[in-house]
């Protein structure tokens, strides 16, 4: 039996994912959350209804036994469903194959799952309704709400972008600390289920892309759809120039006329739901001695443009099992070899989610960008061990996020050097390729 006190702040998804792990090294943990207990109360599980799961996410759930039992909340996506200006729809495919889809989930049925499931371990026991407010990292003390303060050995958080616990860490180390706004937030609307199933093609993620803005959606178990508009905050057509029942209409009506039969609360859910501003934290270092570690969107809040913000932390419950599993018990082992290896990774998804912002609502619609895009899948098809396109090596291979981004740039210095032989991408100048992979 291990003997030192851990704790861990946050009961979200990484939490009693993380939790679950530590139990397999004989670890007992105790879990803070400032929330009630969801399983009990119809609370918020956080930002976004819904998510989206791949390859790092299903190993993380997998190597913990929940796989089998979240399978059925999950709903398959084969590929982005484009909707242009006219209502006509282009499906693109993310992987040259069936196999390669990613999956929409409820993020509070997942996310009672790892509760539950960490809590039956038998070594795990969580504290709802504590929220932290401070951390003592010199005498390892925790203070809670209610004057309740809890002493440690080793505390990890997984308190979200909003963390305690990081801001004592960018005390005690002088961390590097950066919150990154990108200047335009979101909305949650809903497209209800017809009597007859879907309202639209349930295995798609659906983008309305209109340039400085866009609209997506995302299927659900009973058959609703969560969509979710990303706009600027300020500006012409943004969150402040929508104020009443007109505007909302004008802005459908001019913008996304074909969603507006679907979505019949639109006005009452537009005035009523809130804007969430979005925005990227960067952090180095993410731990401080053997104390503790920082995962998740503490350590490296992510914008969900490239659908990896909870794959990501979930990868690093995975990277942080494997080196408890490499040293022991040796904290300051652990926790130093995490911030080296991995917040270059953190940092590299960070860049991407931003970049894949303005595909998604800008390129995608472009002929420039379906050109590349076939190929993409050609020279994956042609040259199978030489290249992988980005989003395929993102979302369905655990290849670490910075040797994907890397990899990325130079990709896309070749995809160029062939579009400027033919701009159609029908045809690959075989000499062009050759010469860039030898």
């Not at 994912?17 to 004989?26: D, F, I, N, S």
């Not at 040259?96 to 009672?112: H, P």
């Not at 809890?150 to 997984?158: P, R």
């Not at 070899?337 to 998604?360: L, Q, R």
Request: aromatic fraction near 10%; glycine fraction near 6%; charged fraction near 20%.
């Amino acid at each position: 039996m291990v003997n030192n006190k851990t704790i861990l702040i946050g009961a979200g998804l990484s939490g009693p994912l993380m939790a679950t792990y530590l139990t397999m090294h004989g670890y007992n943990v105790d879990i803070y959350e400032k929330r009630s207990d969801m399983r009990l109360n119809n609370i918020s599980a956080g930002r976004s209804i819904n998510l989206a799961l791949s390859i790092r996410g299903i190993r993380a759930l997998k190597e913990i036994g929940l796989y089998n039992e979240i399978k059925s909340l999950m709903i398959p996506m084969k590929g982005r469903m484009i909707h242009d200006l006219n209502g006509e729809t282009n499906l693109q495919p993310y992987g040259k194959n069936n196999k390669e889809v990613i999956y929409s989930i409820s993020r509070a049925e997942l996310n009672k799952k790892l509760i539950t499931a960490s809590e039956n371990t038998g070594k795990v026991q969580i504290f709802f309704e504590h929220e932290l407010t401070n951390a003592d990292l010199t005498n390892n003390s925790l203070m809670f709400n209610n004057n309740i303060e809890k002493s440690f050995d080793q505390v990890i958080g997984c308190d979200g972008s909003s963390s305690v616990l990081r801001s004592e860490i960018i005390d005690k180390t002088n961390a590097i600390f950066t919150k990154k706004p990108l200047g335009h937030a979101y909305k949650e609307l809903t497209i209800p289920s017809l009597s007859n199933g879907f309202a639209i093609e349930p295995n798609a993620l659906h983008i309305w892309p209109r340039g400085k803005f866009m609209l997506i959606a995302l299927p659900n178990m009973d058959k609703s759809f969560t969509c979710t508009l990303f706009m600027p905050i300020k500006g012409d057509t943004s969150f402040q120039t929508l104020k009443s029942h007109n505007d909302v209409t004008s802005l459908f009506k001019t913008y996304f006329p074909d969603v507006l039969k679907f979505i019949p609360n639109l006005h009452d859910e537009f005035l009523e739901n809130p804007v969430g501003e979005l925005a990227t934290i960067y952090l180095n270092p993410w731990h401080y001695k053997e104390k503790t570690v920082l995962i998740g969107d503490a350590a490296h809040a992510i914008v969900p443009f490239f659908g990896q913000g909870m794959n990501a932390s979930f990868q690093d419950c995975t990277v942080l099992n494997q080196l408890i599993g490499h040293y022991g018990n040796n904290w300051n082992k652990i926790f130093s070899k995490f911030s080296k290896k991995h917040i270059v990774n953190g940092h590299a998804i960070a860049d991407m989610a931003i970049e894949n912002y303005e595909e998604m609502r800008d390129s995608v619609n472009k002929s420039t960008y379906q050109a590349q895009r076939k190929l993409e899948f050609t020279l994956e098809q042609e040259f199978p061990n030489k290249f992988i396109p980005r989003y395929s090596m993102v979302s369905f291979s655990e290849r670490p996020y910075s040797e994907v981004y890397e990899t990325g740039e130079k990709q896309y210095e070749l995809l160029n050097k062939l579009l400027e032989a033919d701009p159609t991408g029908e045809t690959i100048d075989v000499a062009i390729v050759n010469k860039f992979f030898n």
